[in-house]
Nanobody, 120 residues
Framework: QVQLVESGGGLVQAGGSLRLSCAAS????????MGWYRQAPGKQRELVAT???????NVPDSVKGRFTVSRDNAKNAVYLQMNSLKPEDTAVYYC??????????????WGQGTQVTVSS
């Protein structure tokens, strides 16, 4: 089994910063894509940022320039630095990873989620 454990959420004022961390553990042969998604009340889960093992990132315009995703392949960890936070960034943030658990077998895993609340 593979577990993703997130940390770093909390309450911050608009314009502030937060850093989220996520570490994967368990039976891991390799990790391709890692990243973050978020879900606000009454809305669908949406992409925040992802990064491949080679460092290629995918960041939507809604957070580009404010959020930075990075990873430490040796630690099976991914990070999200969030700056200039806005009230509309309020959501539960989920870590996601595409993990190789056996030869030619890849599974998608999710963390339990961490709440980020931005007050105006």
């Amino acid at each position: 089994q593979v577990q993703l454990v997130e940390s770093g959420g909390g309450l911050v004022q608009a314009g502030g910063s937060l850093r989220l961390s996520c570490a994967a553990s368990g039976r891991i042969l390799g990790i391709n894509r890692m990243g973050w998604y978020r879900q606000a009340p009454g809305k669908q889960r949406e992409l925040v940022a992802t990064v491949t093992s080679g460092g290629t990132t995918n960041v939507p315009d809604s957070v580009k320039g404010r959020f930075t995703v990075s990873r430490d392949n040796a630690k099976n960890a991914v990070y999200l630095q969030m700056n200039s936070l806005k009230p509309e960034d309020t959501a539960v943030y989920y870590c996601n990873a595409e993990v190789s658990v056996a030869l030619f077998r890849w599974n998608d895993y999710w963390g339990q989620g961490t709440q980020v609340t931005v007050s105006s």
